[in-house]
């Protein structure tokens, strides 16, 4: 430290941040530097969920419904797609075999389920050592082997001595139609209509406009892979990602999708994400490369704006989530239940925020700044002094760090709370949305 220069530290903290001033005196000249960083310290539970310090002297926890994302999974791909041919690199060396929950799956998920059993014990909502009677809660997944197994893994830890069964209404392999983001209805006016609104979200240049705000982003995935030395590239087959080959299909009764470089792009910047998640050597998550938090954050942001394309157009959102919406109507309007944890994708996630008009975002400490590996919608009823009910959304999810050090989450390390808001859903002064209101908004679009 400089003799000749006095230094003062200053700790400001508030729910989110810390601020450091340092005033660097000399005899010519003031200094003041102001670094912001996220807050390390703990804080109270409701100081975690952005409520004020009074809020539970007038609001009582009464219910919980949960849309669960799977946990980390191993890429869908096989070992003899395409995906396994664009790169000279050898992928991670899966514990799972495709498109199932990895053991590190497993045991964030556990981690995830003890962190809400501390925090609805802390609310009053449920006992320590729970087991509750079968009308009070529900735990209800696609039927994948990945969905299941998140969901039997979240309530062991939740509750570890309930034996909970997970529902599901289809063979194991079988999508759900409840969580299977399908088209429904497909006709030429709807696909006039979708194509109006993809088209806008390409800008001037339309469809191929989609894949060029992505052109970045692929080069930096191309230079990962070193796809101009993979097997794909000596053939013949494809030794970049190309922005003017995107297809969309709407087919009833089938996932809207896209064709040409976007989606084997999506599929690569998938997995590489997720041998992110898994490999804890950062060179070798990387293939060689070092990746700045800023250059993975690029990487994934390919598969977001894949999802964002295909899932979050208005007119597909809502009829691809109405399923789901009704569904989670329904335990809104339950008298007895409790806790439900419903788990899909990230697809389901984003179509039903999507659906239900949300404000715009961006979430924190994750490389997934969307709908994070994990993530739940965790959508709270509480009810005031008067008896009146009231509605809270958040999503919460482990950040990316805590994914990857497989960090221990309790009431102290809590994993990342950011609250929801909806066009047209005014919050009180507590951050909370009349029931009433949050449900007529959830028919409205569900009879849209």
């Known amino acids: ?31 003041i530097a102001i670094l912001t960083i996220y807050a390390l310290l703990p804080t109270s539970v409701s100081a975690q969920n952005g409520h004020p310090a009074d ?21 869908i791909s096989g070992k003899r797609s395409t995906l396994m041919r664009i790169t000279p690199h050898k992928w991670f060396m899966w514990s799972s075999a495709p498109g199932e929950l990895s053991l590190r799956g497993g045991v964030l998920e556990t981690m995830m389920g003890q962190y809400f059993r501390k925090w609805l014990v802390n609310e009053g909502l449920i006992d320590e050592h ?41 063979d194991i392999g079988r999508m759900d139609p409840v969580f299977n983001p399908q088209l429904t209805q497909v006709d030429e006016k709807f696909r006039a209509d979708a194509m109006k609104q993809f088209e806008a979200m390409g800008g001037e240049n339309g469809l191929n406009g989609i894949s060029e705000k992505m052109s970045e982003n692929f080069r930096l995935l191309e230079e990962v892979l070193d796809m101009s030395q993979s097997e794909a590239c000596r053939n013949g087959a494809t030794c970049c990602f190309h922005t003017d080959d995107l297809i969309i299909h709407l087919v009833q009764n089938r996932e809207p999708a896209l064709g040409g470089s976007f989606r084997l792009a999506c599929q690569a910047a998938d997995a590489l994400v997720l041998q992110y998640y898994e490999e804890a050597d950062d060179l070798k998550a990387s293939f060689g490369d070092t990746l700045t938090t800023n250059e993975w954050m690029k990487i994934s942001e390919i598969k977001d704006w894949y999802g964002d394309v295909l899932f979050t157009a208005p007119i597909v959102a809502r009829q691809v989530a109405r399923p789901l919406l009704q569904t989670i109507l329904d335990e809104l309007q339950k008298d007895d239940r409790k806790f439900t944890f419903l788990c899909g994708h990230d697809s389901n996630i984003g179509s039903v925020l999507a659906a239900l008009n949300v404000e715009e975002y961006l979430l924190p400490q994750t490389i997934e700044r969307k709908t994070p590996i994990g993530a739940k919608l965790v959508i709270e009823k509480w009810e005031d002094k008067e008896g009146q009910n009231f509605t809270c959304v958040r999503l919460v999810y482990q950040s990316t760090e805590q994914l990857r050090q497989m960090s221990l989450l309790d009431l102290d390390n809590p994993p990342v709370s950011f609250p929801i808001r909806f066009n047209g859903l005014e919050p009180n002064a507590d951050g909370l949305v009349p029931l009433e209101a949050f449900l007529q908004h959830i028919e409205t679009v569900i009879n849209n």
């Not at 000749?4 to 003031?30: G, P, R, W």
């Not at 002297?57 to 994302?69: A, G």
């Not at 009308?135 to 990945?146: G, H, K, M, V």
């Open 130 to 170: 729970e087991i509750p009677e079968e009308s009070t809660i529900r735990f209800y997944a696609n039927s994948l082997q990945r969905t299941v197994a998140t969901a039997q893994f979240f309530s062991s830890g939740m509750l570890p001595l309930a034996n909970i069964h997970i529902e599901r209404h289809c």
């Open 55 to 75: 809020f539970h002297e007038r609001y009582t926890l009464k219910e919980v419904v949960v849309l669960s994302r799977h946990n980390i999974r191993s890429p």
């Open 1 to 31: 430290m400089d003799k000749n220069v006095s230094y003062m530290i200053i700790f400001v903290a508030d729910i989110e941040t810390i601020t450091i001033f340092q005033v660097m005196k000399t005899s010519h000249l003031c200094i």
